[in-house]
């Protein structure tokens, strides 16, 4: 009998540190992506107070949040909203909500008025989203870690700080990935 318990602790404690060393591994990519960003920290600070804000001050109004399916992101104060609202009212009510907010230059509001998507179609969107990314990521003209890829209903928005060159060849890679019925590009153009 006490072996039983050991070996119970000794696969939890292996599992509790597989657990760690994936939380170690993801930290780390995402510290590499920050620093290879071309937003300033600063701004890439912004952008997730933005979103932070934004999904706060949707959520006080519950005949939006209550009855709509928002995904919100933000790339140097450009803000991306997609999802499914019951009404052209709300959709636009939507918008009106988050344009205030601090250090928002652009809102773009690709909320669609219907039903919100199935979580069959939210999932074969993370997949999409997975490949888009990992296409862009193995690319040698693109730096993956430049764009932000979100996916809703098998449309892909790109967004990020990239040159015209480097715009075209990410959406070219997104257009060619099974299952991407449409690439939306809300770019930033730079020079370098």
């Not at 000794?10 to 992506?33: E, F, K, N, P, S």
């Not at 790339?75 to 959709?91: D, E, M, S, W």
């Not at 764009?147 to 209903?153: D, F, G, L, M, R």
């Amino acid at each position: 009998m006490p072996h039983r318990r050991l070996l119970g602790v000794v696969l939890a404690g292996t599992l509790a540190l597989q657990g760690c060393a994936a939380v170690i591994i993801a930290g780390a990519a995402g510290t590499a992506a920050a620093i290879d960003d071309r937003r300033t920290l600063g701004s890439q600070i912004d952008d997730n107070a933005i979103e932070i804000k934004a999904v706060g001050r949707l959520r006080e109004r519950k005949d939006i949040w209550d009855h709509s399916r928002i995904s919100i992101s933000s790339v140097n104060g450009t803000l991306l909203l997609v999802g499914q609202a019951p009404t052209a009212h709300l959709r636009n009510e939507i918008s009106r909500v988050v344009e205030g907010i601090p250090s928002v230059k652009t809102v773009h509001n690709e909320v669609k008025v219907g039903t919100p998507i199935s979580l069959t179609t939210q999932s074969n969107d993370a997949w999409i989203t997975t490949k888009v990314k990992a296409d862009l990521i193995g690319d040698k003209e693109v730096n993956g870690n430049q764009v932000k890829v979100v996916t809703e209903n098998s449309e892909v928005y790109l967004l990020g700080l990239l040159t015209k060159q480097e715009a075209s060849k990410a959406t070219e890679i997104a257009r060619n990935v099974t299952g991407v019925k449409q690439v939306v590009r809300v770019f930033e153009y730079t020079s370098k």
